[in-house]
Antibody, heavy 121, light 112 residues
Framework: QVQLVESGGGVVQPGGSLRLSCAAS????????MHWVRQAPGKGLEWVSF????????YYADSVKGRFTISGDNSKNTLYLQMNSLRPEDTAVYYC??????????????WGQGTLVTVSS | QSALTQPASVSGSPGQSITISCTGT?????????VSWYQQNPGKAPKLMIY???NRPSGVSNRFSGSKSGNTASLTISGLQGEDEADYYC????????????FGGGTKLTVL
């Protein structure tokens, strides 16, 4: 069965950096696109970033463009999100989600349990 | 402010049907048949309920159905059950600037 397990969250000061990981199993990792989606405490869902199955294209929400970088390691079946220049408004639970297909227009069919990122001094 | 507009709350009694609307623009909901719906229980990850406007993933009850007209998509839940009480989010693919996904603000479903 598909499993996605995020890690790497924690408390970081404004301006700091953090790298999130998402370990995937139960499917052929390099056959599917992958997303990051976040949810601020008590708020709704916000799409953050997407990487195509072959890493050829990466897309970002305007709110994180230039600060966050998505990547994948097919040898480790792991998705990453490098987050730099963090702001208090980046505080959220970050979910990785498998795309229902290879390309960016496919929805999120499996989600991890999420990892909490808190940006505070 | 979310890109897609959903009612904040809806309610219904067991056995009844309810519909949750999701209004966007011609750049997202109206422009693509890539609307999806997610159910989220407190403290849990979202779960895909409907994709590509009206398709159900394997394992999702046929009491859940989706539709779209113009810039508004809808999720209908028939034969309401207590276990349906949750938050529901719509989402749509958009390529108005760069390819990305937008969500609605979420609707809290209460089963009376």
């Amino acid at each position: 069965q598909v499993q996605l397990v995020e890690s790497g969250g924690g408390v970081v000061q404004p301006g700091g950096s953090l790298r999130l990981s998402c370990a995937a199993s139960g499917f052929t990792f390099n056959n599917y696109g992958m997303h990051w989606v976040r949810q601020a405490p008590g708020k709704g869902l916000e799409w953050v970033s997407f990487i195509r199955y072959d890493g050829s294209n990466k897309y970002y929400a305007d709110s994180v463009k230039g600060r966050f970088t998505i990547s994948g390691d097919n040898s480790k079946n792991t998705l990453y999100l490098q987050m730099n220049s963090l702001r208090p408004e980046d505080t959220a639970v970050y979910y990785c989600a498998k795309a229902r297909g290879q390309l960016e227009r496919r929805p999120f069919d499996y989600w991890g349990q999420g990892t909490l990122v808190t940006v505070s001094s | 402010q979310s890109a897609l507009t959903q009612p904040a709350s809806v309610s219904g009694s067991p056995g009844q049907s309810i519909t949750i609307s999701c209004t966007g623009t011609s750049s997202d909901v109206g422009g693509y048949n890539y609307v999806s719906w997610y159910q989220q229980n407190p403290g849990k990850a979202p779960k895909l309920m409907i994709y590509d406007v009206n398709n159900r993933p394997s394992g999702v009850s046929n009491r859940f159905s989706g539709s779209k007209s113009g810039n508004t998509a809808s999720l209908t839940i028939s034969g309401l059950q207590g276990e349906d009480e949750a938050d529901y989010y719509c989402s749509s693919y958009t390529s108005s600037s760069t390819p990305n996904w937008v969500f609605g603000g979420g609707t809290k479903l209460t089963v009376l």
